[in-house]
């Protein structure tokens, strides 16, 4: 059975896509939401080195993809 995947905090796909667009909670809930999937490189990239790049192409992988990617 396919797993259905969901993006921040488990949260459906129009909540996450208003709160993707949001800069501070799109930092916040990226950052959250790596480290619960226990991807703390990926945490600490958005924490410290680029969160506003990754920030765009969040929403971008949302409006294009349906989903948030999970490279970073």
């Known amino acids: ?14 909540p996450s896509l208003i709160l993707a667009i949001i800069p501070i909670t799109s930092f916040v809930l990226g950052v959250a939401t790596r480290f619960l999937e226990k991807h703390y490189i ?3 990239i958005r924490l ?4 506003n790049i ?3 192409l969040d929403i971008i992988s949302m409006v294009r993809n349906q989903k948030i990617i999970r490279i970073l």
């Open 54 to 56: 990754i920030w765009i």
């Open 1 to 14: 059975m396919a797993e259905n995947k969901k993006d921040y905090l488990g949260l459906d796909k129009l």
């Open 42 to 44: 990926a945490a600490l």
């Open 48 to 51: 410290f080195v680029g969160w």
